[in-house]
């Protein structure tokens, strides 16, 4: 079972995700991320710190995202584990769709194609939304923002989110992330519990 969170940047994902990591140890879950999950995705992570051309950069997210699939998520689904990825292809749907407008003619087509025959789908998505001010104020404080926290980007970024939600909502799992943070953990744990049971059961008949 493969469950991603999703959101744009200061959607409180990463704490969502730390709170998870606690209160699922009983399920002995793989928590993971993207990009980081592995050498190639450290590498990335340092090279999407300076402004690459949008090509490069979406290739570097999804070389990542194949690195991490062959060392991390495939192996441990096969070991019938339940994976837990702080971002994932969903990501750079709606990250470099809009980067790479102007640059490629249909970039989520574009990225689509990038990730056909290969990659996964997840089971669940969890996205978390927010006004893209509040996004703003709680990463204000970071003193090395990423070039993709600009206002204009994000709201971006999310509206693209809601269109895959709204194309997929048997998948996406919207979580309103202005609720306070024990609410929704309290919210993704349960949700996390039931769909587990679900696929026991499921796997069992
Ligand atoms: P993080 O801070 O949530 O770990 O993500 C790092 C940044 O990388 C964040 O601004 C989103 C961006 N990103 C993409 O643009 N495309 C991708 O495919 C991924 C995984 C992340």
Do not use: C
């Amino acid at each position: 079972m493969l469950i991603t969170l999703e959101g744009i940047d200061g959607s409180g994902k990463s704490t969502l995700m730390e709170a998870l990591r606690f209160s699922l140890a009983d399920l002995n879950p793989v928590f993971t991320r993207e990009p980081g999950a592995t050498w190639v995705g450290d590498a990335v992570r340092r090279a999407v710190k300076e402004r690459l051309d949008p090509v490069t950069e979406a290739l570097l997210f999804t070389a990542d995202h194949a690195a991490h699939l062959a060392a991390v998520i495939r192996p441990a689904l096969n070991e019938r584990r339940l994976v837990i990825s702080d971002r994932y292809t969903d990501s750079r749907f709606a990250y470099q769709s809009v980067t790479l407008e102007g640059t490629v003619p249909s970039p989520l087509s574009w990225l689509q194609a990038l990730h056909a025959g290969w990659s996964l789908r997840p089971d669940r998505t969890f996205l978390l939304i927010l006004p893209v001010k509040q996004a703003l104020e709680r990463i204000r404080d970071h003193s090395r923002r990423e070039h993709f926290e600009s206002e204009e980007i994000l709201a971006n970024v999310q509206a693209r989110y809601l269109d895959f939600a709204a194309a997929d909502p048997t998948r996406f799992v919207i979580i309103d992330a202005l609720k306070g943070k024990e609410e929704i953990h309290a919210f993704a744990e349960a949700e996390i519990r039931r769909i587990v049971g679900w696929s026991q059961t499921s796997r069992r008949s």
